[in-house]
C-alpha cells in the first residue's frame, strides 16, 4: 500500500503551457512516452511533461524529487490549481510555483542573401545524411538529397513528395497566396506516429515563414495562411502534431527547431550543435520538420 505522495518540481515551464493551464481545473493523461508524458486539457490543447532538459512552448520539464514516475494510464485524471498538479489515483503531484517561464527567443539579425542561404542548407543537408540510417522510413528525408545536390540513386521512392515541395517553393517565390492554402494541407496526416512525416515537415515551413517572414518572402498574407493550416491540422491529423503546428504559426516552437531555422536564415550557431538537437527531437521529426525549413529559405 502506498504511504507517501510523490512529489516533483517543475524547473521550467514554457509559455504558452503557463497559459494554457492557468484557465484549466482538470485534464488527464493523453499518452506516455520514454522522454516524458503528454496531458490533454479540456480544450483538446496538449502539455508536454518532459524528463529532458530540453525547453519548449508546450513543455513543462520536471525535476524529481524522490523516487520515480509510475506508468500513467492514458486517460488518467488530473487536477490543476495554481502552482500545483495532482493526479489522485497515483498520488503524485508536481509542484509549479517555482518554475521558470521560458518564452521563444525573438529571431535577431537580419538573412543572409538566398544564394548564403542555399550554400548552408547544401551544408547542412549533406551532413544530415551522412549521419541517418539509410534504412529511415521517413517519407520526407529523401528529399534531403535534392537539398543537397546529391544524386539520390533511387533512395527516393516518393516523387510525388518531391513535386509538391517544389511548388510550394515557386508559389512562395510567387507570392502565390491561394496556391499556399492547398498545398501544405496535402502533407498533413502523411505518415505514421503521433506526428506524421509530413506534419513535422509543415510544422518546419510553417515556423521559418512565421519565424522570418517578413525578411525572406515579404509579401506573403502569412496570417491567412496560418489561420488555414492551424484549422487543417486540428481536422486532418493527430491531436499532438495540430498543437504543435498551431505553436509554429504563431512563431512558437522546441528551442532545438528554433535554432535550427535561426542557423538556416543567419549562420551563427554551430552547424554540428544544430544537427545533434534536431537528431534528438523525435525518431526522424527533427529532420523532417528541417525539409520544411529548408523548403521555406530557399524560396527568397
Known amino acids: 500500500?502506498?504511504?507517501?505522495?510523490?512529489?516533483?518540481?517543475?524547473?521550467?515551464?514554457?509559455?504558452?503551457?503557463?497559459?494554457?493551464?492557468?484557465?484549466e481545473k482538470k485534464a488527464h493523461v493523453f499518452s506516455q512516452i520514454s522522454k516524458g508524458f503528454f496531458v490533454q486539457l479540456s480544450n483538446v490543447k496538449l502539455v508536454f511533461f518532459s524528463y529532458e532538459p530540453y525547453r519548449g512552448p508546450l513543455t513543462i520539464n520536471?525535476?524529481?524529487?524522490?523516487?520515480?514516475?509510475?506508468?500513467?494510464?492514458?486517460?488518467?485524471?488530473?487536477?490543476?490549481?495554481?502552482?500545483?498538479?495532482?493526479?489522485?489515483?497515483?498520488?503524485?503531484?508536481?509542484?509549479?510555483?517555482?518554475?521558470?517561464?521560458?518564452?521563444?527567443?525573438?529571431?535577431?539579425?537580419?538573412?543572409?542573401?538566398?544564394?548564403?542561404?542555399?550554400?548552408?542548407?547544401?551544408?547542412?543537408?549533406?551532413?544530415?545524411?551522412q549521419q541517418i540510417d539509410p534504412d529511415n522510413t521517413s517519407l520526407i528525408y529523401p528529399e534531403l538529397f535534392d537539398f543537397a545536390d546529391i544524386d539520390a540513386n533511387g533512395v527516393n521512392q516518393y516523387p510525388e513528395i518531391s513535386v509538391e515541395i517544389e511548388n510550394i517553393r515557386s508559389f512562395l517565390k510567387m507570392r502565390d497566396v491561394s496556391s499556399m492554402l492547398r498545398d501544405p494541407k496535402s502533407f498533413l496526416g502523411k505518415g505514421s506516429g503521433l506526428t506524421p512525416s509530413g506534419d513535422d515537415f509543415?510544422?518546419?515551413?510553417?515556423?521559418?515563414?512565421?519565424?522570418?517572414?517578413?525578411k525572406i518572402t515579404p509579401g506573403v498574407d502569412q496570417p491567412a495562411i496560418n489561420k488555414a493550416i492551424t484549422k487543417a491540422a486540428y481536422q486532418a491529423t493527430t491531436s499532438l502534431s495540430a498543437n504543435l503546428i498551431e505553436c509554429a504559426c504563431l512563431g512558437l516552437a522546441d528551442e532545438r527547431l528554433i535554432s535550427a531555422v535561426d542557423f538556416l536564415a543567419v549562420g551563427d550557431q554551430s552547424l554540428s550543435k544544430v544537427l545533434s538537437?534536431?537528431?534528438?527531437?523525435?525518431?526522424?521529426?527533427?529532420?523532417?520538420?528541417?525539409?520544411?525549413?529548408?523548403?521555406?529559405m530557399s524560396a527568397g
Not at 538537437?277 to 521555406?296: F, H, Y
Request: charged share 20%.
Open 1 to 23: 500500500m502506498k504511504t507517501r505522495t510523490s512529489e516533483y518540481n517543475a524547473k521550467v515551464i514554457g509559455s504558452y503551457a503557463y497559459e494554457l493551464l492557468s484557465g
Open 62 to 129: 520536471v525535476s524529481l524529487l524522490e523516487g520515480s514516475l509510475p506508468v500513467l494510464s492514458q486517460e488518467e485524471p488530473l487536477i490543476i490549481s495554481h502552482d500545483k498538479l495532482w493526479f489522485p489515483a497515483e498520488e503524485l503531484s508536481i509542484h509549479l510555483g517555482s518554475a521558470d517561464i521560458w518564452y521563444t527567443p525573438q529571431s535577431k539579425g537580419v538573412p543572409l542573401p538566398i544564394e548564403k542561404r542555399k550554400s548552408l542548407i547544401r551544408e547542412l543537408a549533406s551532413a544530415a545524411i
Open 202 to 214: 509543415v510544422l518546419g515551413l510553417i515556423l521559418a515563414l512565421n519565424r522570418w517572414e517578413s
Open 277 to 296: 538537437g534536431l537528431r534528438s527531437w523525435g525518431n526522424s521529426s527533427g529532420i523532417d520538420a528541417l525539409v520544411g525549413m529548408m523548403t521555406a
